[in-house]
């Protein structure tokens, strides 16, 4: 079963973004490549409950289980050893990809409190979008009373877009909220 968000871009991001940029192969196309999440945390290494909690809410809010990232090399400032958990990763392609970005537009970023929009400079210059989250109660499948603490993340939406314009334009297609407040099209990047 095609995804709703999936179906969307098929059926109307495509047709707009064929006539607002003029592509003349369907390979020019922007689309996702993939999602991103990442929880970094520091406490790991004086509590290995805050790991399991990381991992199994991030799994909850993913649909996919996460791998756990360890640190390279030792930093003693930061009382870090080598090969130590330091976070989580979860890297979304395909059905599962749609269906966590439709959630996270639908469901998950109108929870957030006095949410203006996302912050249209977060673009890296090539055409992938990435923001915070500090909390993941904003996502409805994770509840209060059964969460052990309080954990941001980031997100990184990775598209194969070659510029931040082109970028806006298709996020913004698919339905992502940027803030307005602030236009894009005003500031010169």
């Not at 064929?18 to 390979?27: L, P, R, S, V």
């Not at 406490?43 to 756990?68: C, H, M, R, W, Y």
């Amino acid at each position: 079963m095609i995804q709703r968000l999936k179906k969307f871009y098929l059926d109307n991001v495509v047709p707009d973004l064929y006539q607002k940029f003029e592509y003349t192969n369907i390979h020019q196309l922007p689309y996702l490549k993939k999602i991103v999440i990442n929880c970094g945390f520091g406490e790991a290494s004086q509590n290995s409950k805050f790991l399991e909690g990381t991992i199994k809410d991030l799994s909850i809010i993913a649909s996919q289980k996460p791998i756990v990232t360890r640190a390279r090399k030792a930093i003693a400032g930061f009382q870090i050893r080598k090969k130590m958990p330091v976070g989580v990763c979860v890297t979304l392609r395909g059905e599962t990809m749609y269906a966590f970005l439709d959630r996270l537009i639908h469901l998950a970023l109108p929870r957030i409190k006095d949410f203006q929009g996302l912050n249209w400079k977060s673009f890296d210059g090539y055409g992938n979008f990435h923001f915070g989250i500090r909390e993941q109660l904003i996502f409805p499948e994770i509840h209060y009373d059964k969460i052990d603490k309080i954990r941001g993340m980031n997100i990184s939406i990775i598209t194969s877009c070659h510029t931040d314009t082109e970028a806006l334009h298709f996020l913004t297609s698919l339905g992502i909220p940027f803030d307005s407040r602030d236009s894009f099209s005003t500031q010169e990047r």
